[in-house]
């Protein structure tokens, strides 16, 4: 029933000219990614990528559980002076995410190309 | 397809996880013939998940051959959804996650269903039962808003 998740890592570069670290996730985020979410999110070098933005555009479910999962993935990131964006959600989950107070610790941008624009 | 007042559906799910997504479709099914906006089915479709979730959790302890009911029950103007486990009830009301207690680490990063729930329905109302005769629930609704429909 989970649909697997998969998630990618690509190196951008935003209009600043900074490298950005593109976490994209697919499939199911739910307390079954958790591997695939923070694991993924772990094993990058803490003092090489800086700004990392996560792209929600091929996520098909998202529950309370992956919510969680991402604001472990803040909580890293502020103790280890990276900056996090969001960017890909659908309308709901802008809106959910902006009712949990995400938006306190991570930008939502509507898709990659706004997110790179602005990074 | 004529949609009724008074139709009703009933489906039972495994305590699973992964099978909320089945009562998701449903309840986004009977939304959606009752000519709920996409967003109104967005919010249903999350409150769903999440109240079969918390029932296959606590209400159930992730005891797969003890199932979670859903009854979706078309009324005039409105849509509800009763979600039943064999627990003994969740405590209600749940508060609003607090991000920078979260993110400081004084409160769990998980545990946000219950408030996801109350947030985007109209309705919320957790019964307790005796987690043997009596069934605990939870029950949903949505209101259609004539002006916004």
Known sequence: MQT?????????????GQQITCLRFNGDISSVSRDAVLGTYQALDKASHKRILLDF???EYLNSSGIALVIQVLMEASKSDQTVAICGLTPHFTKVFTMVGITKYATLYPDEAAALSAL | MTVASGSRVEVRLPSRLGFEKVAMSTAAG???????????????KTAVAEACINAMEHGNQMNASIPVSVVLSMKPNELEVKVM??????????????????????????????FLIQALVDEAEWVSGTGTDEQSFV??????????E
């Open chain 1, 4 to 16: 697997a998740n998969k998630v990618s890592q690509q190196q951008l570069t935003g209009a600043s």
């Open chain 1, 57 to 59: 555009k091929g996520v």
């Open chain 2, 30 to 44: 009977m939304a959606k013939l009752m000519g709920f906006s996409e967003d109104r089915i967005e919010d249903l």
């Open chain 2, 85 to 114: 486990d064999n627990g003994t009830g969740m405590e209600v009301p749940a508060p609003a996650p607090d991000i920078d207690r979260k993110m400081s680490g004084e409160e769990e990063t998980r545990g946000m269903g219950m």
């Open chain 2, 139 to 148: 029950r949903l609704v949505i209101r259609m808003n004539k002006e916004s």
